[in-house]
C-alpha cells in the first residue's frame, strides 16, 4: 500500500498532553435541507453517533447498519455489505459521504465494497422522503449520510483520539489515529486508519457448494446437485485489509465559511466464491477440470482518491440568504486478480492448456466529477432552498473477465424543498428533475467464416485459424433519461407525547450502466449477465404512515408502508428447464454462456410493502438505568404478474437491552431472523437464525488528560450458522462465526 504505515507513529510521538474537543450537545441531521435536529425531522430516519461506531468491531458499512430497523445486508463476506432499506438495494440506495455522493464501483458488483471510511465519524443518518430527494437522483430506497468533520464548518478546538482494536474471528487488529486543530484562525484536521484482518472462522459445515454436474448422455444419469460441506472451520479468501487517509482544512467567519479535503483509501480483500465458465475447447467439460480454481488465491485491490472543495457565503440578500457550494473528484479503480498456480505448471500439461486457465487481472475504474450549489431562499414564514448539481461520470471494466463496455453518464439536476409551519402541522415538499444522458455499447461475437488452406494436411491448423477470426460486432448506444421525482410528508403532534407523520414520494430512477450495457459473465455471482438497452426509468410511488409515542421513559414507533415501482429493474435466472433447452440448442456449437446460468435484465411493476414496529421503556435501576426495547420490521414484495420480488430478506425480531450506570455501560442486541419461505424463481429456502452480541464499555477519565474508553465486544456469540438471504452466494459464503474483541479508544 502507498499509504505510510509510519504516519500513526509519528504523529502519536508529535500530539500529547493536549485537550479533547467538547461532544456535540444536539444531533444536527445533515442530509436535512433544513439543518434540523433529529427530533425535528419527520421523514423516516436512523442516527447512529460517532461513540456508538467507534467503540464497535470494525465491519463493512451494511453490517454496521444492520441492526437498525428496515436495513439491513447484501454481504459478500466480512469486507463486503452492502445496505438494504426496505428491500431497496444497489444503486436503489445512494451512499453519501458528507451530504455528497460517493461515486466508486459497488454497483458495478455484489462482490465490491462501499469504499468509505468510517475513521472518525461524527454520525451516520439514513433518511428517506423529501430531505434525501435534492441529494442525488434515484433514490427510490433513501440515502446513508456518512458524516465527519474533515471541512470544519466552526472553530475547533485542538484534539487527539488514538485507537486500538482486536478481533478473535479472523486473529484482526486496528490502528487509528485522529487530530484537529485551530492553526491561526485555520482549522485542520488528519485521520489515519489501517486494518488488517485474516480469514474469518465460520461454524463446522457451514460452508456449503451446490455444483450441478453435466454427465455424458451416455451414461444416463440426470443433471443432480452436489452438496459439498466443508469443515475447515475458515472461509478462504475472506480475509481483508484497509487503510486509509484524510486529510482536510477550512476557514470560517461571519461571512460563511470555505475549505478542502483530500481522501485515499487503499484496500486489498479476498474474494471468497469465484464462479467459472467449464468448457473446452469443444464445449464439453473435462474430467477433473469442473473447478479449475478450486483453492486459487482471488483478491481485489481497491484505490479511492477523492478531493473535495465545500464552502458556504453569506449573502443575506431580500432573495438568497446564503449559497452552499462543493465541488468533488472522485479517482477509484477496483483490480481483481488471480495468484498463479504453481500446479499448472506441472509437467504433462501443453503450452496452449496453460493458457486456457490463467486469467489477467481484471480492472474497474469510475472517474467521476461533480458539483453543486444549494441556495437558501428561506424568510421568516418557511424554509425553502433550490438545488443545480451536475455530475460526469466516466466508468469501465477492462481485463479477462471483462463483463461491459465503457459507459459514460452525464447528469443535471434542479431541485426545490420546502417547509413551513401550519398551524399544529409541519408541510415539508421537495421536487427534483433529472436530466440524465448514458452514453455505451454491446459487443457480441460474430463468427467469420474463411477458408484459408484447402490442403487435408492441415485441417488442425484450419481449425485454429478460424477460431481466431471470430470477430466482435459492436453496437453503440445513446440513452438519455428525463425523470421528475417528488416528496410530501405531513406531521402533526396530536399533544405532549404522541406524533404523526404521513409521507408520499413519487422517485423515478433511470437505469443503470450495468443494467443497460451489461452482456458478459459475472463469475461473482456465477452467471452470465445481459443488459437491456430498451429498459425505461422505474417509478417508486411510496406511501408510509408514522406513529411515534414517548411518555415518561415509555417510547414506541409504528411505520406502515406500501411501495408501488412501475416498470420495476430486476435481474431474472433463467430456469432449470430453460438451462436445459439452451444447452440442447447449443450443443453441436458448444453454449455460449460457458455452462453459467443466464440472467437477463428485465421490467415490470411491482408491489412491496411491510412495517417497522418498536416499543420499549427507559428505567431506574439501582444507580443506574435500564433501557429495554423489541423491534420488528417486515418487508414482502411481489410482482403484478405474480411471483416474488427475487432476494428479499424475511422479517426480523430484534431485542436490545442497554444498562448503563456512572461510566460502565452493558449492551445486549439479539436478533432472530426467520426463515425466508417466500422465495423467487430459482430461488432456495433460507434457514432462519439468531445472532446475539454483546458489549461492555467503561470509560476512564484522566482528568485534564483525557480519558481513555475500553470496549469489550462479543458478536455472534451463539455460534450461529447464519446466511443473508439477499446474498447471491449465502450457502458458499455464511456470515462470520463467533467473535470476540476488544477497543481502546484514547482521547486526549
Not at 246 to 262: H, L, M, Y
Not at 379 to 404: C, H, I, P, R, Y
Not at 692 to 720: V, W
Request: charged letters at 30%; proline letters at 2%; a negative charge.
Amino acid at each position: 500500500m502507498k499509504i505510510n504505515k509510519y504516519a500513526f507513529i509519528i504523529l502519536s510521538a508529535l500530539m500529547v498532553n493536549t485537550a479533547f474537543a467538547d461532544e456535540m450537545e444536539e444531533i444536527i441531521v445533515s442530509s436535512s435541507l433544513v439543518n434540523s435536529a433529529a427530533s425535528e425531522i419527520a421523514d423516516p430516519i436512523h442516527i447512529l453517533s460517532g461513540d456508538d461506531i467507534s467503540n464497535e468491531a470494525t465491519q463493512s458499512l451494511g453490517e454496521t447498519l444492520d441492526d437498525l430497523l428496515g436495513v439491513s445486508s447484501a454481504d459478500y463476506g466480512s469486507g463486503v455489505g452492502q445496505p438494504i432499506i426496505r428491500g431497496m438495494s444497489g444503486s436503489r440506495v445512494k451512499i453519501l459521504e458528507n451530504s455528497i455522493v460517493n461515486r466508486d464501483v459497488s454497483g458495478l458488483g455484489v462482490d465490491h465494497i462501499n469504499d468509505v471510511d468510517l475513521n472518525n465519524v461524527q454520525q451516520i443518518e439514513v433518511i428517506r422522503g423529501p430531505s434525501s430527494l435534492l441529494y442525488t437522483n434515484g433514490t427510490v430506497g433513501g440515502i446513508i449520510n456518512i458524516v465527519d468533520n474533515s471541512i470544519a464548518q466552526d472553530d475547533v478546538e485542538r484534539a487527539i483520539k488514538i485507537g486500538l482494536e482486536s478481533q478473535s474471528v479472523n486473529d484482526g487488529d486496528t490502528q487509528s489515529l485522529f487530530y484537529q486543530d485551530n492553526i491561526q484562525n485555520i482549522n485542520i484536521s488528519f485521520s489515519y486508519k489501517d486494518s488488517s484482518f485474516g480469514n474469518f472462522d465460520v461454524p463446522n459445515g457451514a460452508i456449503i457448494h451446490m455444483e450441478e454436474e453435466h454427465h455424458d448422455e451416455d451414461e444416463d444419469h440426470d443433471e443432480e446437485e452436489d452438496h459439498d460441506e466443508e469443515n475447515l472451520g475458515y472461509l478462504a479468501n475472506s480475509d481483508f485489509a484497509s487503510e486509509s487517509l484524510k486529510f482536510g482544512a477550512s476557514t470560517n467567519g461571519d461571512w460563511g465559511f470555505i475549505g478542502f479535503s483530500v481522501a485515499s483509501i487503499e484496500s486489498m480483500y479476498g474474494i471468497p466464491f469465484h464462479g467459472e465458465e467449464h468448457e473446452d475447447e469443444h464445449g464439453e467439460e473435462e474430467e477433473g477440470e469442473h473447478d479449475e480454481h478450486e483453492g486459487e488465491r482471488i483478491f481485489s485491490n481497491t484505490e479511492s482518491d477523492k478531493f473535495d472543495v465545500r464552502g458556504s457565503f453569506n449573502i443575506d440578500s431580500n432573495l438568497v440568504s446564503k449559497v452552499d457550494f462543493f465541488i468533488r473528484d472522485t479517482d477509484y479503480s477496483l483490480t481483481e486478480q488471480h495468484a498463479e498456480e504453481e500446479e499448472h505448471e506441472e509437467e504433462g500439461h501443453d503450452e496452449d492448456e496453460h493458457e486456457g486457465h490463467e486469467e489477467g487481472p481484471t480492472t474497474f475504474t469510475n472517474d467521476a466529477l461533480e458539483a453543486g450549489f444549494i441556495f437558501d431562499l428561506s424568510n421568516d414564514l418557511m424554509s425553502q432552498k433550490f438545488a443545480l448539481n451536475f455530475v460526469n461520470e466516466d466508468t469501465s471494466v477492462l481485463g479477462s473477465e471483462a463483463f461491459m463496455n465503457p459507459a459514460s453518464r452525464d447528469e443535471l439536476t434542479f431541485g426545490y424543498y420546502i417547509s413551513r409551519d401550519i398551524s399544529d402541522y409541519t408541510l415539508d415538499f421537495g421536487v427534483r428533475i433529472d436530466r440524465l444522458a448514458n452514453e455505451g455499447s454491446i459487443s457480441a461475437a460474430h463468427e467469420e467464416e474463411e477458408h484459408h488452406d484447402e490442403d487435408e494436411g492441415h485441417e488442425e491448423e484450419e481449425h485454429d485459424e478460424h477460431d481466431e477470426h471470430e470477430e466482435m460486432e459492436t453496437a453503440f448506444y445513446d440513452k438519455s433519461f428525463n425523470n421528475t421525482s417528488l416528496a410530501f410528508n405531513i406531521g402533526r403532534e396530536l399533544n405532549d407525547f404522541i406524533s404523526v407523520d404521513l409521507g408520499f414520494a413519487s422517485v423515478e430512477r433511470a437505469p443503470s450502466s450495468i443494467e443497460l450495457f451489461m452482456n458478459g459473465a459475472h463469475l461473482a455471482t456465477g452467471r452470465f449477465e445481459v443488459g437491456n438497452v430498451n429498459l425505461q426509468s422505474e417509478t417508486s410511488n411510496n406511501v408510509d404512515l408514522t406513529v411515534s409515542i414517548d411518555n415518561a421513559g415509555f417510547f414506541a414507533s409504528a411505520t406502515l408502508f406500501a411501495n408501488k415501482v412501475d416498470n420495476y429493474i430486476y435481474l431474472r435466472d433463467e430456469t432449470e428447464e430453460e438451462h436445459e433447452d439452451h444447452d440442447e440448442e447449443h450443443e453441436e456449437d458448444h453454449d455460449e454462456h460457458g455452462g453459467l446460468i443466464l440472467s437477463n435484465y428485465l421490467q415490470q411493476d411491482a408491489d412491496l410493502d411491510g412495517y417497522e414496529i418498536e416499543f420499549g421503556n427507559t428505567m431506574e435501576l439501582g444507580s443506574g438505568e435500564l433501557t429495554m426495547s423489541f423491534g420488528r420490521d417486515v418487508i414482502s414484495g411481489e410482482f403484478s404478474s405474480g411471483g416474488n420480488i427475487p432476494r428479499l430478506n424475511p422479517a426480523r425480531n430484534i431485542f436490545k437491552l442497554k444498562y448503563s450506570k456512572d461510566d460502565m455501560t452493558l449492551g445486549l442486541n439479539f436478533k432472530d431472523v426467520e426463515k425466508q419461505n417466500d422465495i423467487a424463481v430459482n430461488e432456495t429456502l433460507t434457514a432462519g437464525y439468531q445472532m446475539l452480541n454483546a458489549k461492555l464499555s467503561r470509560t476512564i477519565d484522566f482528568g485534564s488528560q483525557g480519558e481513555l474508553t475500553l470496549s469489550l465486544f462479543g458478536n455472534n456469540m451463539l455460534d450461529e450458522v447464519a446466511r443473508n438471504h439477499s446474498s447471491f452466494v449465502k450457502n458458499e459464503v455464511p456470515l462470520p462465526g463467533r467473535n470476540y474483541g476488544l477497543r481502546f479508544n484514547l482521547k486526549l
